[in-house]
């Protein structure tokens, strides 16, 4: 099987000690920004892009992807302990998680996170090795139109669909997209937006966009806005092994969980939220324990901790086979590609199979990695969670200066960092989505790319992207997802 | 529940400025976008038309969220609750100056004098006062982080006025 052999090939690229160590440093640093609330994958990975420049691409990216999937493990730890969740994609293992340590289960609560998520994560990289290559024989014969509306397709899902409101949600994507017009044209060579200044024709860097909503805009919110919130820290109580009873209760939950998550991640619908909300829904009808559900029932922790994992995975394979970030994270690890004149989707796996297969199989030692260090050494990450508000949030923001100037040595980029910082504040008070602007400037150039290549070979008809049945269906779907909401409320009104 | 309720008039002024300014955003874009050269060539595709389609969306978006928050509010935004805890500006000030010294300071003092600054500063933005103790934490973290990356990646940081 071919499959199997360049899997085979992968993993000894992946087994050896350099990118073993990278491996080991990316989950180990995912798993403490999972558990640390105020920095996410997204932000680590962002303030990391500098040493691209220092380090070999296949130990560059195996460390990022590590720190995707680890934060994924790391963010249950604090949801379970603390009553709120480190990640979002954690939000519902709080609720039940929460609970059980409050009842003294917080070791089973976290075996069960931690061994799911080995379970989802190990379940998925499978799937991800086999489904991968058969995206990419479709995918291969893609034109310009077809990727213009499947991008079209992903700005409309990660914006207008997930969220409390899709114009909030479009807004931040057009901010972003904007964003990622200052700069000099790729394809003509005009600069827009630069307004002469040296550091804008370059274009503004994802580094500090990405750690100016997230990092810079946090701070400033939790400072200013959020300083009541006292935090009660449940006691390590209980065994990590769980009991029989525990296995019993939770393999079903962590298959479906799994099967949930996957497909979402891996369909250009973005984000883990949604995924873990439906498998903890789903959980709650099936279980033999429903009067257990908001006291601390171990199946609402364990479905929706395999699906934040798999749905994690599942964006790899958009990412790695299509190009298509769905997540904010994803966005900057096609920025990281980018870094090294690499673009994600079907050409990267003839182009540079080797790489892609190392980092494939890196994921499967680097799950391994992390049930080890979720479930022994579980105590550690316990530790971080103690430190105090005020030296959590200075320390970010000097990393956060770190990053972004390490990225090209320039007092602008901090001036600049603070003024997004202020953006994120913004659109923080008043509720709208951060994630829909990094994809917006990542992805909004290459969208740009594919559709002036669309209309050349159409010689300006925009009928081409209704020509292709392909491309019509695409856009005929994000059609349907921006006016079927808004149509189906004007019908039940007449 | 709440007892600081703003009067209905005011309550989302906030909302009507920020929707102005996307709508101000869209315009400003759209007025940059004139001034780029016409596309060239059979197609007429060019540096244009992306500008075009982001700032006529962005101005069209504006406009909605004027309507939105003139007619009742952002959709699902609590205007009173938002009242109800009041910002806590002085710290925002403190870690504004923070970042801002940072910038202005990071080339000419450096990168560790620079970060124990804004450590400081934004520690006292948490309430935190032990000011002595976070200098002494803060260059630890800058000091450390300056060493790993200057000596061990090689990735140059600035020295400042400081010999190493």
Redesign the interface.
């Known amino acids: 099987m071919e499959v199997l052999n360049s899997l085979a090939q992968g993993f000894s690229l992946a087994l050896t000690m350099q990118n073993l160590m990278w491996c080991f440093v990316g989950v180990t640093l995912g798993t403490a920004v999972g558990v640390l609330p105020g920095i996410g994958p997204a932000v680590t990975v962002a303030l990391l892009l ?2 691209t ?2 380090i070999d691409p296949s130990g560059a990216l195996i460390m990022f992807a590590g720190i995707y999937y680890g934060a994924m493990y790391g963010g249950s730890t604090t949801s379970i302990l603390l009553n709120t969740p480190g990640e979002s994609a954690t939000i519902v293992t709080a609720m039940e998680g929460n609970q059980m340590a409050k009842r003294g289960r917080a070791g089973a609560a976290l075996g069960t996170s931690a061994i799911g998520s080995f379970f989802a994560g190990t379940l998925t990289v499978v799937a991800l090795t086999f489904v991968s290559p058969l995206v990419v024989d479709i995918a291969i014969q893609f034109g310009p139109p077809e990727f213009f509306a499947l991008m079209v397709l992903a700005f409309t899902t990660v914006s207008a669909v997930l969220g ?2 899709a ?2 949600g ?2 931040a994507l ?2 972003g ?2 964003i990622g ?1 200052v700069g000099i ?1 790729s ?2 060579g ?1 600069a ?2 630069a307004f002469d200044v040296p550091q804008l024709l370059d274009g503004i860097e994802v580094v500090t966009v990405a750690v100016g909503l997230f990092a ?1 805009g946090e ?2 919110w939790t ?3 959020d ?2 919130t006292v935090e009660t820290m449940n006691a390590m109580r209980g065994s990590i092994w769980m009991t029989a009873q525990d296995w019993k209760r939770s393999w079903g939950p962590w298959l479906r969980g799994t099967a949930i998550g996957f497909p979402f991640g891996a369909m250009p619908a973005g984000g883990a939220e949604i995924p873990t909300f439906l498998s903890y829904a789903i959980e709650k009808k099936l279980t033999k324990h429903p009067e257990e559900f908001g006291q601390g029932a171990i199946e609402g922790v364990a479905g929706p901790e395999a699906a934040n994992n798999a749905s994690s995975t599942g964006t790899m394979t958009t990412l790695l086979a299509l190009g298509l970030p769905t997540s904010a994270t994803a966005a900057i690890l096609l920025a990281a590609f980018q870094q090294y004149g690499l673009q994600p989707g079907p050409l990267l796996f003839v182009n540079s199979a080797d790489l892609v297969w190392a980092l494939i199989a890196s994921m499967y030692i680097g799950n391994i990695m992390l049930l080890v260090l979720n479930l022994p050494l579980v105590g550690i990450w316990v530790k971080l969670l103690k430190i ?4 959590l ?3 970010i ?3 956060a ?2 990053g972004v ?2 990225m090209r ?1 320039s ?2 980029d ?2 600049l ?2 003024a997004i ?1 202020l953006l994120g504040f ?1 659109m923080r ?3 709208f989505p951060t994630a829909p602007v990094i994809i917006g400037m990542i992805l ?1 150039p290459l969208a ?1 790319a594919q ?2 290549r669309s ?2 070979i ?3 008809d925009w009928l081409i992207f209704l020509q292709k049945p392909l491309s019509a269906s695409l856009l005929a779907i994000t059609a349907a997802m921006l006016i079927g909401p808004w149509a189906w409320k004007k019908l039940r009104q007449a | 529940m709440t007892t600081t309720t703003t009067p209905e008039a005011t309550k989302h002024s906030g909302q009507v400025l920020l929707s102005v300014a996307v709508v101000l955003l869209g315009t400003a874009l759209a007025y940059g976008t004139s001034q780029l050269p016409e596309a060239s060539g059979y197609a007429k595709v060019g540096p244009r038309l992306m500008p075009s389609i982001v700032s006529g969306g962005l101005f069209v978006l504006g406009l909605l969220l004027l309507k939105e928050s003139l007619t009742g509010g952002f959709h699902r935004v609590d205007e009173d609750e938002h009242a109800a805890t009041p910002t806590n500006w002085p710290a925002f000030l403190w870690i504004s100056a923070g970042l801002v010294l940072n910038g202005l300071l990071i080339v000419s003092a450096g990168f560790v004098i620079a970060g124990t600054l804004l450590f400081v500063l934004a520690a006292r933005g948490f309430e935190s006062r032990a000011y002595v103790r976070n200098a002494v934490v803060g260059v630890a973290i800058a000091g450390f982080t300056y060493a790993f990356f200057t000596y061990g990646l090689g990735l140059a940081l600035p020295a400042g006025i400081l010999p190493f």
Not at chain 1, 388 to 391: C, G, R, T
């Open positions: 500098p040493v420049t220092k409390g409101s114009l909030r479009l807004t057009f901010i997209l904007a017009l044209d394809q003509s005009t827009r937006f810079v701070t400033l400072a200013s806005k300083y009541k105090p508000k005020p030296m949030y200075s320390g923001l000097i990393f200066t770190l100037f390490g040595q007092a602008f901090i001036f960092l603070y910082g913004l008070r008043y509720d909004g740009e559709l002036r209309l050349s159409s010689q300006g």
